[in-house]
């Protein structure tokens, strides 16, 4: 079965320090990978598809399927990236049905 | 503009209650979910639906059941609340059709307390 591990529960990190949120899955298949992201008191709400291979609000994701990893990253973070990311996997042919990691809790300290 | 629609935000049943948690999409969506948000253990998926009057188990379907009689609204139903069932109830609509897929549009969630 598939699965995606976050490895940290909480990150804390200063603002303007680097950000690498770590994403790892396990699927044999060509995976589509997601990283959503809940701001206090909000919606959970997407934040990137690697498939787009965008930058939103800073962040980028690069899919290596050869580490079979999706780490979320932004260079400079700022006060309002803390909140809950999660991590999750869509399988090709799966039906549109995500697969949620644990989520990370990034904090962002003046 | 709010696109996902959850009922209730807080509610309070009592163990062995039939409890219904509603939810209501506007976009047209084919596709809806319901997950549990619980802290450490992230989302699981309970049930799923891609049309009306279809549904598919999720992870943890045990002491659930779902009904989607119209494309717009999908309900979770706890057959009998257990204490165990205490969490947030996210539900999510999404299309099937790429770019889109894959790009759940969440609801506020619903926070369920069973005592």
């Known amino acids: 079965a598939q699965r995606v591990t976050q490895p940290e529960k909480l990150l804390s990190v200063f603002k303007g320090a680097p950000v690498e949120l770590k994403c790892n899955y396990s699927y044999s298949g060509s995976p589509e990978l997601f990283w959503y992201v809940q701001y206090s008191r909000q919606r959970l709400q997407l934040l990137l598809r690697?498939?787009s291979r965008e930058s939103i609000k800073g962040f980028t994701a690069d899919l290596n399927k050869g580490e079979t990893s999706f780490h979320l990253k932004k260079p400079f973070a700022q006060e309002e990236d803390s909140a809950m990311y999660y991590c999750a996997l869509s399988l090709t042919g799966g039906g549109n049905k995500l697969t949620f990691g644990t989520g990370t809790q990034l904090k962002v300290e003046l | 503009d709010v696109k996902v629609t959850q009922s209730s935000r807080y509610l309070v049943k009592r163990t062995g209650e039939k409890v219904f948690l509603e939810c209501v999409q506007d976009m047209d969506h084919e596709n809806m979910f319901w997950y549990r948000q619980d802290p450490g253990l992230g989302l699981r998926l309970i049930y799923f639906s891609y049309d009306v009057k279809m549904k598919e188990k999720g992870d943890i379907p045990e002491g659930y059941s779902v009904s989607r009689e119209k494309k717009e609204r999908f309900s979770l139903i706890l057959e009998s609340a257990s204490t165990n069932q205490t969490s947030m109830y996210l539900c999510?609509?999404?299309?099937?059709?790429?770019?889109?897929?894959?790009?759940?549009?969440f609801g506020s969630g619903t926070r369920l307390t069973v005592v």
């Open positions: 999510a609509s999404s299309s099937p059709i790429r770019p889109a897929r894959g790009g759940y549009t």
């Open positions: 690697h498939i």
